[in-house]
């Protein structure tokens, strides 16, 4: 990885989607030193269309993605596609088709009125569920009471992250919801939504769009790019949409796609071996939930690790570095900006006052999707 | 980047810049609309539903009953091999007090809704519903419960035959 750019998330942006596109894609070729012209292949990843209101959304942002006239490809998995886009475009280079190739991320909630859950209420089975008029926060909420209740885990110890992650985001230039000053209190006396979710448990919808450039070895030598780290391994995989029938209290899903990309960049011990995450946070209860996914705290014990600092900035396991999904904003595939770009940023050194202050060498970064289903995992090394 | 960009491009809007027509734009509101034929295993589901049943589908690849219903096995990946009809009765697998409506519009009187798994299906195969005749307080997770149908006249072929499920009674399955 050579490059990445993203925009400013924000509830509202003035930009249309393939405005958003061309500025994070813009970024991500000047951050690695390149001209489009450089680019042989361009992937793009969003969630579902009904957010921008344009089916075939992406060929409607084609152009700002710079994929007009080459191979071209739109990935969706979910939520899990702030990950996943990445991993599609390391296909193509490590296939060894590309040399070089952006991968280019965007989502424009703020269209669809008056929110955007109207629409997230067609992601539901139309026979099972959705008679019962159910709002995609019910499930995170169900999900949550599950882990929660389970191994006997305290609201306050969950509200933690939310604190950690918007204090952290206060270094991000792009944060939506950076708070210097928040505490467990303000989380804990935030409005009830779905109970156990209250409004500071969760990210909010945001606009924006982050770009990446990923390119071969031979490629990275011979153009002599300094600011690079590398792709060492990659996992995905989905469990069933039947969701009823699983429990939700382990993310299974997750561990196989971590098991995947462990194996894959040779990592056995992954608590040893790995450095820094950035797990997918759009509720303060996922990092926890994530961390045990990606097999870096046993299972009900991640909110110990918060508790006790570990997974604090400076701690043996900084989580969530660039403020994540809570601190920065939410718009969903677009986070590749704080999960695969804050890899980079930190194994670059670039991250600024969100720099990890010790020696970082190796990160993973996951990201999670559909109806709470979808793992996908990369980890990069400096 | 971070340290080194000078410029993060985005131009934000506040939300009277557009319900106000303070920014340029254009409108539009969709006018689609579905019917779905309910297909093999959901038909006979609902048909049942509109008798006071839940029918699973047996599968002797795996030996399990599977709930909610299906043709094949998503594991074995075969046919499934026959209709089996469950209980009423089960246990809360979670559940949320919602004050949100699915227009994430707030609500003042909370939605109790969940993850119900039947007794008679294998474990933890079950539905999502809502639960009364109990109060957020007393709602919790491992909670027996039973379904409460519609008067049959009322029932329509649709989950919400039933009308919620409510605290097991002592005596009862």
């Known amino acids: 990885m050579i490059g990445a750019g993203m925009t400013l998330f924000r509830r509202r942006l003035q930009e249309t989607p393939p405005e958003l596109c061309y500025e994070a894609a813009r970024m991500a070729l000047d951050s690695a030193g390149l001209e489009l012209s450089d680019i042989g292949a361009v992937v793009s990843g969003s969630a579902p269309d009904a957010f921008d209101g344009v089916h075939m959304k992406g060929e409607y942002y084609l152009d700002g993605c710079g994929g007009v006239g080459r191979p071209y490809m739109r990935v969706f998995t979910g939520g899990g596609t702030g990950v996943f886009s990445t991993i599609a475009g390391w296909w193509h280079v490590a296939s060894g088709l590309f040399d070089a190739v952006l991968v280019v991320n965007e989502e424009k909630m703020s269209c669809c009125q008056p929110h955007p859950q109207s629409v997230f209420a067609n992601i539901w089975d139309p026979i099972l569920d959705r008679p019962l008029q159910p709002n995609l926060v019910w499930i995170f909420a169900m999900e949550m009471n599950r882990y929660m209740t389970v191994h006997g885990i305290k609201k306050e110890d969950i509200a933690l992250v939310a604190v950690k992650n918007k204090r952290n985001a206060v270094g991000h230039p792009c944060a939506q919801l950076a708070d210097p000053n928040i505490t467990v209190d303000d989380v804990m006396r935030s409005e009830v939504m779905a109970w156990p979710v209250q409004r500071l448990d969760i990210s909010p919808p945001s606009d924006g769009a982050s770009a990446i450039v990923l390119a071969s070895e031979e490629f990275i030598r011979r153009r002599r790019i300094k600011d690079r780290a590398w792709v060492s391994g990659v996992g995905w995989c989905i469990d069933s949409t039947m969701w009823t029938d699983r429990d939700l209290v382990f993310p299974e899903y997750v561990a196989r796609a971590a098991k995947m990309a462990y194996k894959m960049a040779r990592i056995d011990r992954p608590r040893k071996q790995i450095d820094f995450a950035e797990p997918y946070d759009p509720f303060d209860y996922k990092e926890l939930h994530h961390l045990e996914g990606l097999l870096l705290a046993d299972r009900g014990e991640a909110p110990t690790l918060t508790r006790e600092g570990v997974t604090a900035r400076d701690g043996d396991l900084p989580t969530c570095p660039s403020g994540g999904l809570l601190g920065v904003g939410n718009p969903i595939a677009a986070t590749m900006g704080q999960k695969i770009g804050e890899l980079f940023w930190q194994l670059t050194g670039q991250a600024g006052t969100r720099q990890i202050p010790h020696e970082v060498r190796t990160g993973v970064a996951q990201a999670w999707g559909d109806l709470m289903q979808y793992g996908s995992v990369v980890v990069m090394r400096a | ?173």
Do not use: N
């Open chain 2, 1 to 173: 980047m971070t340290a080194r960009i000078k410029r993060w491009p985005g131009v934000e809007l506040g939300a009277a810049d557009l319900y106000e027509g303070k920014v340029t734009q254009t409108r539009f509101r969709p006018d689609a609309k579905y019917a779905w034929s309910a297909g093999e295993a959901m038909s006979r589901f609902l048909e049942e539903l509109q008798r006071g049943r839940f029918i699973a589908r047996t599968c002797t690849g795996c030996d399990r009953i599977l709930f909610p219903p299906r043709m094949f096995c998503e594991a074995c990946f075969r046919p499934t091999d026959e209709w089996r009809y469950i209980q009423d009765t089960g246990t809360i697998e979670t559940f949320s007090i919602s004050y949100l409506d699915r227009d994430a519009k707030r609500i003042t009187d909370p939605i109790l809704v969940g993850v119900v798994s039947l007794d008679g299906a294998s474990p933890k195969m079950g539905l999502m519903h809502y639960f009364a005749e109990m109060t957020k307080e007393e709602i919790r997770i491992g909670m027996r419960v039973k379904a409460v149908w519609r008067p049959p006249e009322e029932r329509r072929g649709s989950v919400l035959d039933v009308r919620y499920f409510r605290p097991l009674r002592e005596g009862e399955g």
